[in-house]
C-alpha cells in the first residue's frame, strides 16, 4: 500500500524514491511484521488463555514429557496471521495479482487450520475435523489459487516444470501441472503440520525456508538476476520477496513466546497457513522441486508417518518409535531443546544445499 501511495511521488520526494525498492520494502516488512507480533503477542495470549481454559488437549499416547504442557494456549497462529497480514499489506504492490494469490491461500488454509484447532477445543481431543472433508477443503482452495496463478501467467511458464541443475528449461506438464501443483500446495501445509510437534521446532525451519523463498523470489522476478542465474524470468514474483519477510518477522515475533517453555502454541491455524503459503510461492516461482530440498525437514517428518502407518497396516509392526521424527527421537530419550535444535540445523543445512541450485546449473 506505502508502494502505491508514494512511490509514484519519488521524483517530487526523494525520500519516497526507497519505497520503489524491493529490498528495502523487504526490510520494512520483516521490522513491522515483529513489531506488532510482539505488542499483540501478550494480550492474545491472555485472551486464549481466557477462551479456551485447558488449552490445548494433549496426546494421551505421545511422549510423557508432554503432559506438563497441558493447559498451554493453542491457535497462536492467529498472531502470526494477523501481523504478517498487516506487514503485507502495508509493504507490498496491492496491485500485484500474485501477492494476492498466495493471500488468499494462507488466509484460506489459516481459516481450515482455525477451524480444526477449534473442533479440537471444544472436542477435547487431538483429533478434529475429519481428515477427509479437511482435505477437500484444502484442494478446493490450492485449485482456485492454481486457476488464478494460470490466469495470470503465460501458459508456456504457468504449467512447467522447472528442473535444478537444468538452465533455461521447463518440463512442459501441459494439464498434470494442475494436479501436481494442487499436491505441492496441500502436501507442504500439513507437512508443516506433522513438524509442528515441540517448542519452536516447525517456526524456525519455516523462516529459513521462507528466507530462502525471498532471495528466490526476488532473483525470478528480476530481468538481469534471472537470465544470469539461467532460473525462468517470471515478471511480478519479486513482491512474494515481501510475504516471506512479512512470515519471518512474524515468525520471530512468535518464536518468542513460543520458545521453550512455550506461552502458547502455534496450532493448525499457523502451520497449515504458513505451510500453504510456502507451497504456493514455490509454485509461482517455478521452484517447486527445490521446495521439497530447502523443506526437507517437513518431508522427512511427512515419510516418517507414511512408512509408520504402511508398516503397521501391513506386518503389525512400527518402524519408529512414534511418528512424526520427533516424537521417534523423544520415545529414544532425547530432550526436546535437544531434538530442536538439530533438526534446525538440519534445516540450514538443506536449505544451503537449495540455493546452491541457483547457481549450480
Known amino acids: 500500500m506505502l508502494y502505491n501511495l508514494l512511490a509514484p511521488y519519488a521524483q517530487d520526494f526523494i525520500a519516497f524514491n526507497l519505497f520503489r525498492y524491493l529490498t528495502f520494502r523487504t526490510g520494512g516488512a520483516i521490522i513491522t511484521a515483529m513489531i506488532i507480533c510482539f505488542l499483540i503477542g501478550k494480550p492474545m495470549i491472555n485472551w486464549l488463555k481466557k477462551k479456551q481454559r485447558e488449552g490445548q488437549p494433549i496426546r494421551q499416547d505421545g511422549p510423557e514429557t508432554h503432559f506438563k504442557k497441558a493447559g498451554t494456549p493453542t491457535m497462536g497462529g492467529l498472531m502470526i496471521l494477523i501481523s504478517a497480514g498487516i506487514s503485507v499489506l502495508l509493504w507490498s504492490d496491492i496491485s500485484n495479482p500474485y501477492v494476492w494469490i498466495v493471500a ?40 482456485c489459487a492454481i486457476a488464478a496463478y494460470m490466469y495470470f501467467t503465460p501458459s508456456a511458464t504457468s504449467t512447467g516444470l522447472a528442473i535444478p541443475f537444468v538452465k533455461d528449461f521447463l518440463v512442459p506438464l501441459g494439464f498434470f501441472f494442475i494436479p501436481f501443483a494442487m499436491l505441492v500446495i496441500v502436501g507442504s501445509s500439513n507437512a508443516v503440520n506433522l513438524t509442528d510437534g515441540l517448542d519452536g521446532l516447525a517456526i524456525v525451519p519455516v523462516m529459513i525456508a521462507a528466507a530462502c523463498f525471498g532471495l528466490i523470489a526476488y532473483f525470478v522476478g528480476n530481468a538481469v538476476y534471472a537470465p544470469y542465474l539461467g532460473i525462468t524470468f517470471v515478471p511480478g514474483t519479486g513482491e512474494l520477496a515481501i510475504i516471506c519477510g512479512a512470515l519471518i518477522g512474524a515468525g520471530m515475533g512468535f518464536l518468542w513466546f513460543n520458545a521453550p517453555p512455550a506461552m502458547v502454541f502455534m496450532g493448525d491455524t499457523g502451520s497449515l497457513a504458513m505451510g500453504a503459503g510456502l507451497g504456493a510461492i514455490a509454485m509461482i516461482v517455478k521452484h517447486e522441486i527445490v521446495l521439497f530440498v530447502i523443506g526437507g525437514l517437513f518431508v522427512l517428518e511427512t515419510v516418517s508417518v507414511i512408512i509408520q502407518v504402511a508398516s503397521f497396516k501391513l506386518t503389525g509392526k512400527r518402524v519408529f518409535a512414534m511418528a512424526p521424527l520427533h ?19 538440519i534445516s540450514v543445512i538443506l536449505a544451503l544445499i537449495g540455493l546452491a541450485t541457483l547457481k549450480l546449473r
Open 104 to 143: 488468499g491461500v494462507i488466509i484460506g488454509f489459516g481459516l481450515i487450520g482455525a477451524a480444526d484447532d477449534y473442533a479440537k477445543l471444544t472436542k477435547r481431543s487431538h483429533h478434529g475435523i475429519p481428515g477427509k472433508v479437511r482435505l477437500l477443503f484444502e484442494f478446493g482452495i490450492a485449485s
Open 327 to 345: 516424537h521417534h527421537f523423544e520415545k529414544k530419550g532425547w530432550s526436546e531443546p535437544t531434538i530442536v535444535i538439530r533438526f534446525w540445523i
